[in-house]
């Protein structure tokens, strides 16, 4: 990789070489990226993916980072983080907005204009771009009920429109997790509300979140997705994990879904935490949990060994577990 002609093709651009992507994560954990680029237009995002898929360079796209993991390694190639790509316009019933924006900000401008549909996502950490990817949602909310249309961004440099439907969106996803598109801007559809209502309906969601979540330590947010039957929090807290540490992690006292950062926490031990946490919920309960939470990067080299002990140790798990539901054969 050539960071100077990078720099040297985009003189306009804000590009970082070696950034340590800890500086950025909602959990204060990550190794360096190669390249660190903070576009600030949707024209700068495709002519910057557009030159990198030219240059067969790798490219990772970032929003708030807040229900994210980046491994020790770092990434390798090209990041680039939208959060300066951050306009928002109101409309009558309509907010156009491009998708390094936080969701928190859409939600208080909605209700500055008297507008109600996300009141939901008042508390929500992060972009726009992030929420559409993974279909963000809280109290009985999901963004996908108030998105009409989002404008992608293909690998090879293409834009396009996709509609609601066309998102094919479902909990926790989004069809952007199939086709590794980029969300550039999104269009929301709001309904005309009174403020005083909305307002009270914020403030009591505000009040249920912070007297509830960990937000006085770093965190990713949410760790698992919530199995079907079942809450996570609750499995955990069950199992005797509310509590535990791991290196400087900790599965939180105050909410077991989240896993917080006490005393400059790695991301190796997030994930080893997760593993071990997904291993004894599966063994006690017979629940495999899935993570929300996503993990992205490469292993610092000197925990490669030691993570694929790991997971070797939690496929086996998960292989003894099912023997006893159906025994293995050699047939199946």
Not at 159 to 173: A, G, P
Request: hydrophobic fraction near 35%; glycine fraction near 8%; proline fraction near 4%.
């Amino acid at each position: 990789m050539n960071v100077k002609k990078l720099k040297k093709y985009f003189p306009n651009a804000t590009i970082k070489e070696n950034e340590p992507l800890s500086k950025y994560t909602y959990t204060k954990t990550g190794g360096p990226a190669d390249a660190l680029i903070f576009p600030k237009t949707k024209e700068e995002v495709q002519a910057l993916v557009k030159w990198l898929y030219e240059q067969s360079w790798p490219v990772t796209i970032l929003g708030n980072a807040s229900n994210l993991i980046v491994k020790d390694g770092g990434i390798r190639g090209a990041v680039i983080i939208l959060t300066d790509m951050n306009q928002i316009l109101v409309k009558e019933n309509s907010i156009r907005v491009l998708t390094g924006a936080p969701l928190i900000e859409v939600s208080k401008r909605a209700y500055q204009s008297s507008l109600t549909g996300l009141e939901f996502a008042c508390g929500i950490p992060g972009s726009i771009g992030g929420a559409v990817y993974m279909n963000a949602g809280a109290y009985g909310g999901e963004v996908r009920e108030v998105i009409r249309k989002v404008t992608v961004l293909t690998r090879d440099g293409e834009i396009f429109e996709r509609t609601n439907d066309e998102m094919e969106f479902s909990y926790r996803h989004s069809k952007l997790q199939e086709t590794d598109e980029i969300a550039l801007e999104v269009v929301f559809e709001l309904t005309e509300g009174d403020p005083e209502a909305i307002k009270e309906k914020m403030d009591e969601l505000t009040y249920l979140r912070t007297s509830k979540q960990p937000l006085e330590y770093p965190s990713c947010g949410s760790v698992f997705k919530r199995p079907t039957g079942y809450f996570t929090g609750k499995l955990i807290q069950d199992a005797g994990l509310q509590g535990l540490k791991w290196g400087g992690a900790q599965v939180s006292t105050k909410h077991a879904g989240f896993i917080v950062n006490i005393d400059n926490a790695t991301a190796t031990d997030y994930i080893e935490l997760i593993e071990h946490i997904k291993e004894v919920i599966l063994d006690k309960y017979g629940v495999q949990l899935e993570t929300e939470v996503k993990i992205i990067g490469e292993d610092h080299p000197a925990v490669i060994g030691a993570n694929d002990t790991l997971i070797k140790k939690a496929t086996s798990s998960f292989k003894a577990k099912l023997e006893t539901i159906m025994p293995l054969t050699e047939e199946n």
